[in-house]
């Protein structure tokens, strides 16, 4: 007899009260279940590369054991699964997912089609931190980003709440970068490939780790150069590649630089529905970290060259607490900014 049914029928009326806490948690346990995880993004690229592992390793952390499966949902830059999660998926943990940071704070500067509170997800983690950069292919000809100040490049762009389409429309509007946006691309993958053919010359929001295993090839053959980097600082990885805040003319347009890339410091964050039903989030977020230090999936993000450098839910709440908190004013330029 299976045990949580053993436990049921054992409890006579007098005991019944001592009973329920066993019976509670197993009820509110994942067995039997499948948890979906949503990838906002396109296969093949830096956010895949990463989720795959924790899809194999995150449900052997959950109560229950569930299988865990990957569901893709790409477009907008994240902003379509952003949607799904918030609205559409069941609040019972059964569905988490992964979409970019700059998905995540399109409600902040306006973007009506992103139909959430990122206040209000329930994160569940963060799976590192993303250095991001502005990159081109080496026979564009351009060896820095000063070059984009003076002459005309065609730069990838895939939709108006990605990394590719934000950070460019930035450097052009704050310090006048002469990009010039062609758009259509579904996601990085088919942007790098776009820069092979010398569709486009660059394209920006590809990370230092996806540069490292997703496109190590080209990357360290010197055929994409990054020429931008955007964070909170320099990184010692980027030798002799400029930082957006050497750019900074002010201490203003410092915060609106900290406002529109500090938010990468969510590189990939993992998120679930609002309201989950009661002990949901704190499995999730238990297991998540468990991930985190699984000896196993370690092995295998070492074999895959990807960094993990894990931040808690708690964390990433604060986080999104603190870029929600800047001066209207200042988030109103940061806006403007972005379109």
């Known amino acids: 007899m299976p045990i949580g049914k053993l436990l049921i029928g054992s409890c006579t009326a007098l005991l019944a009260a001592s009973c329920l806490p066993a019976v509670a948690a197993a009820a509110d346990d994942f067995a ?8 906002g993004s396109t296969a093949g690229g830096g956010y895949d590369s990463y989720v795959r592992p924790i899809v194999q390793y995150m449900g052997r952390h959950l109560p229950g ?10 477009g907008a830059g994240g902003i ?13 943990g059964t569905v988490i997912g992964l979409i970019s940071a700059a998905a995540a704070f399109e409600p902040l500067f306006g973007n009506h089609a992103a139909l959430y509170d990122t206040r209000k997800f329930t994160w569940i983690g963060n799976i590192n931190e993303i250095v991001g ?8 000809g351009i060896t820095g980003f000063d070059d984009i100040l003076k002459r005309e490049v065609n ?16 450097l052009k509007n704050i310090l006048g970068a002469k990009i010039r946006l062609v758009k259509g691309y579904s996601g990085v993958t088919e942007i790098n490939l776009a820069m092979q053919r010398g569709e486009v010359a660059g394209s920006c929001g590809i990370s230092l780790a996806a540069l490292k295993t997703v ?3 080209e990357y360290y053959a010197g055929h994409l150069k990054p020429v931008l980097q955007v964070g909170f600082q320099k990184y010692p990885d980027l030798p002799g590649v400029a930082h957006i805040y050497d750019y900074a003319r002010n201490d203003e347009e410092r ?24 002990g949901r989030a704190g499995m999730l977020r238990a297991a998540f970290m468990a991930t985190m230090t699984d000896p196993e999936f370690l092995a295998d993000a070492k074999r895959l060259k990807l960094e993990i450098e894990p931040t808690s839910g708690e964390q990433v709440e604060a986080l999104i607490t603190r870029i929600y908190s800047h001066p209207a004013s200042i988030v109103a330029r940061a806006t403007a900014a972005m379109e």
């Open 255 to 278: 915060a609106i630089f900290e406002i529109i890339f500090g938010r990468y410091v969510l590189g990939r964050p993992i998120l679930a529905p609002p309201d989950l039903k009661p």
């Open 215 to 217: 496109y190590s090839a």
């Open 80 to 92: 379509t699964a952003g949607n799904y999660i918030y609205h559409k998926a069941p609040k019972d």
């Open 155 to 170: 730069f990838g762009s895939s939709g108006a709440g990605s990394a590719n389409t934000q950070i460019p429309t930035v």
């Open 65 to 74: 054991n569930p299988t865990m499966i990957l569901q893709g949902m790409p």
């Open 32 to 39: 039997g279940q499948t948890v979906t995880f949503i990838l």
């Open 133 to 140: 950069t502005c990159d081109v292919w080496a026979s564009s």
